[in-house]
């Protein structure tokens, strides 16, 4: 319980103006609280997406209307909503991944979003392409539906599902170094470090773009 994300967690339930003035405190200091950028409460029931915070940073220019057809459009509705801003203008978006289909379905409402963050940036920073992180597996209908979304480029990180990293981590609870001759090799077989380590370059890879490139990033896999 004493676990600062636990505690933290605990005391903002018991004050909700106090989350609400941090939330501000922290927009103020990442320069997300003045145009091109906005705050939306349209999630503020948890209605929209009951996994996403009831506050959400979106660009100006989008309404709530276009946010909830943009939802339609992702995997449990979570659209692409801006987490961080680097000092050099770049971004951090989240969004679960288009819900594409083999039908290569279309929203002109997510493409208006996914456009409206890379112009937001453009005055920003030196580049006008936005990298879209996929951290699954390679997929075709991802590399097909960025077709329409001109100004992106798409990347594989090729991190493994849920499913298998819970697996993994049963596996790794198992392993006893104190009593399996076989410790290494079993953990190995857990593949646990293999994926800390495909977790690592993928975040370095962010870090990298904003940092280093002033390119901002979407990074969204099967759930979001």
Known sequence: DDLFAIKFASD???DEHSYHDLFNVE????QLDTCPWRLTKINENYELCTSYPKYCVVPSIITDEEI???AEFRSYKRFPT?????????IIARASQPEVSWLLRRSKEDEKMIQAIINACNGET??????????GTRDAAIENYAKYYPDCDVKFMNLPDIHATRRS??????????????YYSQLASTQWLQYLLALIKAASCVVANVNKHNRSVLVHCSNG
């Open 126 to 135: 030196n580049s006008n392409r936005l990298l879209i992180l996929h951290l």
């Open 27 to 30: 927009l103020i200091r990442l």
């Open 169 to 182: 981590a049963r596996m790794l609870s198992a392993v006893n170094a104190a009593q399996d001759k076989n």
């Open 82 to 90: 801006i987490v961080w801003r680097h000092a050099n203008g770049a």
């Open 68 to 70: 909830s057809e943009a």
């Open 12 to 14: 903002i339930r018991k």
